[in-house]
Nanobody, 127 residues
Framework: QVQLVESGGGLVQAGGSLRVSCAAS????????MGWFRQTPGKEREFVAT????????YYADSVKGRFTISRDNAKNTVYLHMNNLRPEDTAVYYC????????????????????WGQGTQVTVSS
């Protein structure tokens, strides 16, 4: 069992930066690939970024590539999403998620392949 708690969301002006964090409980955090998703009201959940258990590989949605960076610190059981050059369309609730063990294929972009989810943190980008 893994529990995930996001933090670090807030209000930022367009062009600004923000870092959201996801703290995980459980000793097996380092065995999970982790992902970030986002959702706005009335829209489907959208994949943002994912990182392998070791942190050696990352993958991004085209909409955030070059602006967002996913990273993890397994010693701290934490995964981060660094967001630069934010745009109003980045406004959403951001969720972190842990993949199911044994998931094959990379990158892991489908939400159903993630079995643990946080409660989300709101990121609002003003124009």
């Amino acid at each position: 069992q893994v529990q995930l708690v996001e933090s670090g969301g807030g209000l930022v002006q367009a062009g600004g930066s923000l870092r959201v964090s996801c703290a995980a409980s459980g000793r097996t955090f380092s065995t999970y690939a982790m992902g970030w998703f986002r959702q706005t009201p009335g829209k489907e959940r959208e994949f943002v970024a994912t990182i392998t258990w070791s942190g050696g590989s990352t993958y991004y949605a085209d909409s955030v590539k070059g602006r967002f960076t996913i990273s993890r610190d397994n010693a701290k059981n934490t995964v981060y999403l660094h967001m630069n050059n934010l745009r109003p369309e980045d406004t959403a609730v951001y969720y972190c998620a842990a993949s199911a063990t044994g998931v094959t294929g990379w990158p892991i972009t489908a939400g159903y392949k993630y079995i643990y989810w946080g409660q989300g943190t709101q990121v609002t980008v003003s124009s």
